[in-house]
């Protein structure tokens, strides 16, 4: 399985890699925001991507603005952010506020954004695979050009059967859609091992006679360089890859889960020495892109906002009472009420 590595000197120029960082810290400053409001009472369920910075930052930037749609999971807080959905209104699905883009009704990280191409979410593990080939056949009908869509997932989903059925209809009809596998090792409680034999779940590929690239999820030059490849690809009419960033989820499932119950605190503080804020901070300052008071202040600037933002979302009202059945059925629902009294 060919592995994907990239070089700060010379893939992107310095702009784009102060991008990267700057949305690998503004996703981190969000989750541990998100899991102070949830301990604090403000919040019900916090679901934290510590670990997955690199592969979303990275994924983000080869994402094309205006062009291209994506299918996100529940973990996907940076990702989105770094599609360019808009920092308050994560906070507004967070605190459940009448202002959110599902006024107020949808779970943490549940969004949908459909003006930035960006899909309604979904609990329901690898559904978002066969929504995200539907829309990869419906640009190929209507033969938009340059345009890919973008279908994330963990390793979990691919033990789904939707999984296996929207891979094998992509590959079949040469759709223009880039699965990528976020492989943090745990499908909840579950390692990779229990749900399957092969070691990269991007070798799953070859039964489908697509490409599969396995890359450091670690490194975002490395995931955005493989996603931009697989993106190319798919424009080309050359039909689908899957790329499988491997990282780690240094949390909790979510704030309702206690992963000591399943894994041990060696293993996690291992995965640690690898944590790609820091790791790709220091390379940016070893190559001279930043300097270690640049990267400081891009952290204090950061952390000023997302807490600016949270008190400012904070103070916004509540869903009203009386919009309780709307966004429920089409129309009104007052022919349920009357279908009710006639029955009687």
Request: hydrophobic share 40%.
């Amino acid at each position: 399985m060919p592995k994907a590595t990239a070089s700060v000197q010379t893939l992107l120029d310095n702009e784009r890699l102060l991008t990267l960082l700057r949305n690998m810290l503004v996703q981190r400053a969000v989750d541990t925001r998100g899991f102070q409001l949830n301990r604090q009472g403000k919040i019900a369920i916090a679901m934290g991507s510590e670990g997955h910075e690199a592969v979303q930052a990275g994924t983000g930037l080869a994402f094309q603005r205006g062009k291209d749609l994506l299918y996100p999971y529940y973990r996907n807080t940076g990702l989105i952010l770094a599609c360019g959905f808009p920092l308050a209104d994560v906070f507004r699905s967070q605190f459940a506020r009448a202002t959110d883009r599902t006024g107020g009704r949808n779970i943490i990280n549940h969004i949908t954004a459909r003006d930035l191409g960006i899909a309604s979410l979904s609990s329901i593990i690898a559904s978002q695979c066969t929504h995200a080939v539907g829309a990869a056949y419906a640009v190929k009908l209507r033969k938009e050009p340059d345009r890919a869509v973008f279908c994330q997932f963990g390793d979990g989903a691919t033990s789904e059967g939707e999984w296996h059925e929207a891979v094998n209809f992509a590959a079949v009809a040469r759709l223009p859609v880039i699965f990528l596998c976020e492989n943090n090792r745990w499908a909840i409680s579950t390692p990779q091992a229990k749900q399957m034999v092969v070691e990269d779940v991007a070798s799953r590929a070859h039964g489908y006679g697509i490409p599969g690239t396995v890359v450091d999820g670690f490194d975002p030059v490395a995931v955005y360089e493989a996603v931009a490849a697989a993106r190319e690809r798919a424009v080309s009419g050359d039909g689908p890859t899957i790329v499988e960033a491997k990282c780690y989820r240094f949390l909790s499932h979510t704030t309702d889960d206690d992963d000591r119950t399943y894994r041990s605190r060696e293993e996690v503080e291992r995965q640690r020495e690898l944590d790609p804020v820091p790791r790709f901070a220091r390379k940016l300052i070893d190559a001279e892109t930043i300097d270690e008071a640049g990267v400081e202040q891009m952290r204090r600037e950061i952390a000023t906002l997302v807490n600016a933002t949270t008190d400012e979302i904070e103070t916004e009202p509540g869903p009203s009472a009386d919009t309780l059945y709307g966004n429920v059925y089409a129309g009104s629902h007052e022919p349920w009420c009357v279908w009710e009294t006639e029955a009687l």
